[in-house]
C-alpha cells in the first residue's frame, strides 16, 4: 500500500508510479511507439474518500426533497449546511485497465471524476471535450480521467470510442471514466466497475462478476438484461416484479440494502485487496509486454509536425485582407488556447511558436511576392534576375521582419485592442523617420530612423551596390522580435 495523501474533506487517495519494465523492440515508427506503451504507469487508489460542501441554508431548503442520506447537519448556527456528495468511497483503478464509474444522476460520479482528475491527470467532459482527448495524447499521459466522453454519441460511435481507450489502456496506461448508460457491449469492454448511488458504494469489481454479486444478494433478474441497466435500476432504488427475489430487500428499501450489503461483503474485500497489493505479480506480466521506454516518441520534432499540420489547417481557409490586422492580434487571442494546453504539458513552448511561425510563412508570403512580381515588371526596373531576386528577398525580409513587430506587440501586451493600436503607432513612426515620405527629419528624431526596419528596407531597394551592413541590421531585427514575442509567451501563467 503506497503512502496516501490526506483529503481535505477527510478521504484519502493514493498514487503510486510502478517502475517502468525492459523495453521490447522498438516500434515501427514515431507514431506506433508514440501510441504504443506509457512510460511510467500509475496505480490509482482512493480510499475513504469523501466529501461535503457547504449551503446557505435557503439552498440547503431547497433540496430537503433530495433522497434521504443527502443533507447532514453541522451543528450549531452560521446559517450553512452541509452536504455530503461522497460517502468514503474506496476503489482502485489498475494499469492496463478500464474503470468505469456507473451511477444515475446527481450520484456523485463527476465529483468523484473531478476531485481525481483536479488532484492527478485531465479531466474531459462532454462532446466538445473529446478532441481534448487526442490532445491529451502528445504527451502519452499514464492516466486519462473522463467524464462521460460517450455523451451525445450513438451506439456506434460511443461502442467504438470506448474500444479505442480500452485499447490504450491495454498499453500500459490507466483509464477512468464515468458513463451514464453504456450498451450491453461497451459495458463488456470494462475492466472494473464502480457504481454508485447517493454518493455511496453499492458495487466496487470486476465488470463480468457484478450481474453474479448482485444475485448473492438477493437482486437477480428473471430474463436477461443489459448488466449497466439493470444496475442503474438498483441505484435508483428500483427492482422490478419480474426480478427474483425484489422481496428480499431489508424493509423493501433496494438502495438501503445494497448499501448495508457492499458495506459488509466487498468493502472488506476492496479494502484488504489495496492493502495487500495482491493484484501486483498479476498484472506484472501484462505491463511488461505493454509498457516500453517511450524516449523521443514525443520528441520537440513530432510536437513541431503536429502543431504546424493543426496551424496550417487553421489558416487554410483564410483570405487576404490589405491590413492582416489578425497576425498583430493573434498571440493574445490564442492565450487561453496556450495557457490551456502548456498547463496540461501538451507541448513545449519553443515548438508551439516555431510552428506558428512556419505555419504564417504561407500566407504572409504569398502576397508579397505576387504584388512584387507584378510591380517589378510594369515598372520596368532591372531585368536582371539577380536583381530580381535580391528586390524579392528584401521586400519578403520586410514582410518578415514587421510580422515579428506584430508577434512581439501581441505577445507583450496580450491584449487585441491595445497590441493593434500600438502597432499602428510604431508602424506610423517607422514610416515617418525612414526616410521615404519624410527627407528632412528633425534632429532630435533623426536617431529614430535606425530603429526603424522601414528605413533599412528602402535604403536597400535604392541603392545600386547592396550594402552587407544594411542586411545584417534587418536579420538582426528579424530574430530580434521574434526572441522577445518569444520570452513574452513564457509569462503566460500555466
Known amino acids: 500500500m503506497p503512502p496516501n495523501g490526506q ?3 477527510g478521504g484519502r487517495a493514493g498514487l503510486v508510479a510502478l517502475p517502468p519494465p525492459p523495453s521490447p523492440p522498438p516500434a515501427s515508427n514515431k507514431m506506433d511507439c508514440f501510441l504504443s506503451s506509457v512510460c511510467t504507469p500509475l496505480d490509482l487508489q482512493f480510499i475513504d474518500l469523501s466529501f461535503r460542501v457547504k449551503l446557505e441554508r435557503a439552498a440547503a431548503a431547497a433540496a430537503k426533497g433530495a433522497p434521504p442520506g443527502r443533507i447532514s447537519h453541522a451543528g450549531g448556527g452560521g446559517g450553512q449546511e452541509e452536504r455530503t456528495v461522497l460517502k468514503g468511497i ?50 502519452n499521459p499514464s492516466l486519462l480521467v473522463l467524464d462521460e466522453p460517450t455523451s451525445g454519441l450513438d451506439s456506434t460511435a460511443a461502442a467504438r470510442l470506448v474500444a479505442t481507450l480500452s485499447s490504450l489502456a491495454r498499453k500500459g496506461r490507466t483509464v477512468v471514466m464515468s458513463v451514464h448508460q453504456p450498451s450491453t457491449r461497451v459495458y463488456r469492454m470494462f475492466d472494473s466497475v464502480l457504481l454508485l448511488a447517493e454518493g455511496s458504494c453499492l458495487y466496487f469489481g470486476a465488470g463480468r462478476d457484478a450481474m453474479d454479486y448482485f444475485a448473492s444478494v438477493g437482486f437477480s433478474p428473471a430474463f436477461h438484461v443489459n448488466p449497466a441497466d439493470f444496475m442503474l435500476d438498483l441505484a435508483n432504488g428500483f427492482a422490478q416484479a419480474e426480478y427474483e427475489s425484489c422481496n428480499a430487500a431489508d424493509g423493501g428499501n ?7 450489503s457492499y458495506s459488509r461483503v466487498l468493502a472488506p474485500r476492496v ?15 501484462q505491463q511488461q509486454q505493454a509498457a516500453e521506454s517511450c524516449s523521443g516518441c514525443t520528441s520537440w520534432a513530432n510536437q513541431f509536425t503536429i502543431l504546424l499540420r493543426r496551424s496550417l489547417k487553421e489558416r487554410r481557409h483564410e483570405t487576404f485582407t490589405s491590413l492582416r490586422l489578425f497576425q498583430i492580434i493573434a498571440p493574445a487571442l490564442e492565450r487561453p488556447v496556450l495557457a490551456r494546453e502548456r498547463a496540461s504539458g501538451m507541448y513545449a513552448l519553443s515548438s508551439y511558436f516555431m510552428s506558428r511561425m512556419a505555419g504564417d510563412l504561407p500566407m ?37 521582419v514587421a510580422e515579428g513587430l506584430g508577434l512581439a506587440v501581441g505577445a507583450v501586451m496580450m491584449d487585441a485592442k491595445r497590441a493593434s493600436t500600438l502597432v499602428t503607432v510604431v508602424m506610423l513612426a517607422y514610416l515617418l523617420t525612414g526616410g521615404f515620405y519624410v527627407h528632412n527629419v528633425p534632429g532630435f528624431m533623426a536617431w529614430a530612423k535606425y530603429t526603424s526596419f522601414t528605413y533599412y528596407c528602402y535604403r536597400l531597394l535604392i541603392a545600386v551596390q547592396y550594402s552587407g551592413r544594411l542586411v545584417a541590421a534587418l536579420v538582426a531585427m528579424f530574430f530580434a522580435y521574434r526572441l522577445l514575442a518569444y520570452l513574452a509567451l513564457r509569462r503566460v501563467r500555466t
Open 364 to 400: 504572409e508570403l504569398a502576397l508579397p511576392t505576387a504584388f512584387t512580381v507584378i510591380v517589378y515588371l510594369m515598372a520596368g526596373l532591372n531585368p536582371s534576375p539577380a536583381a530580381f531576386a535580391l528586390t524579392l528577398a528584401v521586400i519578403l525580409s520586410y514582410v518578415l
Open 271 to 285: 479494502k484488504a485487496s489495496i492493502d495487500a497489493g495482491d493484484h501486483a505479480d498479476a498484472g506484472g506480466e
Open 254 to 260: 433496494v438502495k438501503q440494502s445494497l448499501m448495508a
Open 90 to 139: 474506496t476503489g482502485e483503478a489498475r494499469p492496463g485497465e478500464v474503470l468505469a464509474v456507473l451511477g444515475p444522476s446527481g450520484s456523485g460520479k463527476s465529483t468523484l471524476l473531478s476531485i481525481l482528475g483536479g488532484r492527478l491527470a485531465g479531466q474531459y467532459a462532454g462532446t466538445r471535450k473529446r478532441v481534448s482527448i487526442g490532445h491529451e495524447m502528445l504527451v
Open 7 to 9: 483529503d481535505s474533506h
